[in-house]
């Protein structure tokens, strides 16, 4: 199957987030960033993302101490993505990474997606724009392969209380 053959459409439903991993922003408690001597966000965050002129879905992001990034779709449920996240005051950076399996119905083959982003945060909500770049799956290696899909988009979210 060609590159071109790829329709934009089949290519979002099946990405789902992987064109939204966003910044995900999760402001922990001061006490508990201090505790480990991480600058930044640390915790959950319900987040709202929107690829540019296309859908809105919501998802849930966790930064982890030591710089672990998790995000996963929530509506509409898909892919899940992780990657790392570095952080300053008040602003934050991210590279997340996720499959799409191949799904022969739709013709559509496996494919690899790079969310990468940057957005600032206060201790109760973020926002920031996204890249998502949708490799090939049998083309990809260490970050280079045929590029089949690219799109931006901004994200927003709260955190989550226990």
């Known amino acids: ?81 992780q990657g790392s996240w570095s952080a300053g005051k008040r602003s934050l950076q991210y590279n997340m990474w996720g499959t799409i399996p191949a799904d022969p119905s739709t013709n559509t083959p496996s494919l690899v997606g790079q969310v990468s982003g940057a957005g600032t945060y206060t201790a109760t909500q973020f ?9 090939l799956g049998d083309t990809y290696d260490d970050g280079a392969g045929d590029i089949v899909f690219e799109i931006d988009g901004t994200v927003t979210g709260r955190r989550l209380r226990p």
């Open 1 to 81: 199957m060609s590159t071109e053959q790829l329709r934009r459409r089949q290519l979002l439903g099946r990405a789902g987030l992987v064109t939204g991993g966003v910044v995900a922003v999760a402001a922990g408690t001061p006490s508990f960033a201090a505790a480990y001597n991480e600058p930044g966000p640390l915790g959950g965050w319900l987040s709202t993302r929107t690829d540019s002129g296309g859908p809105t879905a919501q998802g849930v992001f966790t930064f982890s101490a030591g710089g672990v990034i998790h995000y996963q779709d929530l509506a509409p449920s898909n892919v899940i993505l």
């Open 127 to 135: 926002t920031g724009p996204y890249h998502t770049t949708l490799y």
